[in-house]
């Protein structure tokens, strides 16, 4: 098991209710699966979650990037204006 810490902005930290998560998984979990796990946890998230990115340790990352223990990822939703 790794420790990570999910960082959620905008939308996405009303729907959690606080801008940090702490959260245990299993080791060589991807970005896909930790958004998967979200959905699950906070089904609202989903209207948010197919447009939205991902950083690991203030690096955008794939669908496919493996986390490891203590790395730090942001939940980004995509901005919209005018």
Known sequence: MIKISVLFFAGAR???????????????????ELRGILMVRFPRLESLASRAAFAVN??????DTLL????????????SGG
Do not use: C, K, W
């Open 14 to 32: 009303e729907i959690v209710g606080q801008n940090r998560l702490e959260m245990e998984l299993p080791a060589l979990t991807s970005i896909a």
């Open 68 to 79: 490891a223990q203590n790395d730090e990822v942001a939940f980004l939703p995509a901005v």
């Open 58 to 63: 203030e690096i955008f990352a794939l669908p």
